[in-house]
């Protein structure tokens, strides 16, 4: 069973509709990062989360720490948004900024 | 350029054959990490540097991959006889300080092993 898991895997939305992608770990972590990655391999880092919840623009992220799971959600989607979405942890006690990643959540949004 | 930059961005290497893929991190920044991406596949962390020192290196898969951070700036990951098990992308990030610090991504080297 990995650390870090997300669903859905695949997500297709049509253009206005609010989207939720989950992220379940199952160890003590000290941050959380929600990442984007678009076609070409460029990761942009969206938000870093230790508790509570962060909005910038459409995003909004939260976090459960008691339950080990976080939620990132979209809010009138749109085709730009398309990417793959990918939820990190840093574990508690690992060296540095090292980081355990999800598989991702391919995230297609039709016009 | 105010990113992390990678190169060069595609690379294609016969099997057998040696590669060394280079990442400069933003300025000042203390931390670098490389990673391995599979096709479809989450990233996965290879080495860790905090300036010059390399404090991480559980992640390299075998002895034939190679790290080094000499003056604590530019990195370079080489990877002696490739095998098709190494075609991937290989990233790296930096981040300025330990602890809860955000990192900053290259836009990686795709490594295709013929």
């Known amino acids: 069973k990995n650390e870090v898991e997300q669903s859905p895997q695949n997500l297709t939305a049509q253009e206005g509709e609010f989207i939720t992608i989950n992220c379940s770990y199952s160890?003590?972590?000290?941050?959380l990062h929600w990442l984007q990655q678009h076609p070409g391999g460029g990761i942009v880092s969206l938000f870093m989360?230790?508790?509570g919840k962060k909005k910038h623009g459409r995003l909004i992220a939260t976090i459960n720490i008691q339950e080990k799971h976080s939620s990132l959600h979209i809010t009138a989607s749109h085709p730009r948004d398309s990417a793959v979405y990918i939820c990190a942890v840093r574990l508690r006690g690992t060296s540095g900024s090292r980081l355990t990643f999800g598989e991702g959540t391919q995230l297609t949004v039709n016009p | 350029g105010a990113g992390v930059s990678q190169s060069p961005r595609y690379k294609v290497a016969k099997r057998g054959q040696d590669v060394a893929l280079r990442c400069d991190p933003i300025?000042?920044?203390?931390?670098l990490f490389w990673y391995q991406q599979a096709l479809g596949q989450g990233p996965e962390f290879l080495t860790y540097f905090q300036n010059e020192a390399q404090l991480d290196k559980s992640g390299l898969p075998s002895d034939r991959f190679f790290a080094e951070r000499p003056e604590g700036s530019v990195s370079t990951l080489k990877i002696q006889r490739t095998q098709q098990e190494d075609s991937a992308v290989y990233l790296c990030a930096s981040s300025s300080q330990l602890g809860n610090s955000p990192l900053h991504f290259g836009n990686g080297t795709r490594l295709t092993v013929t």
């Open positions: 989360l230790s508790s």
């Open positions: 160890v003590g972590i000290s941050a």
């Open positions: 300025s000042g920044h203390v931390s």
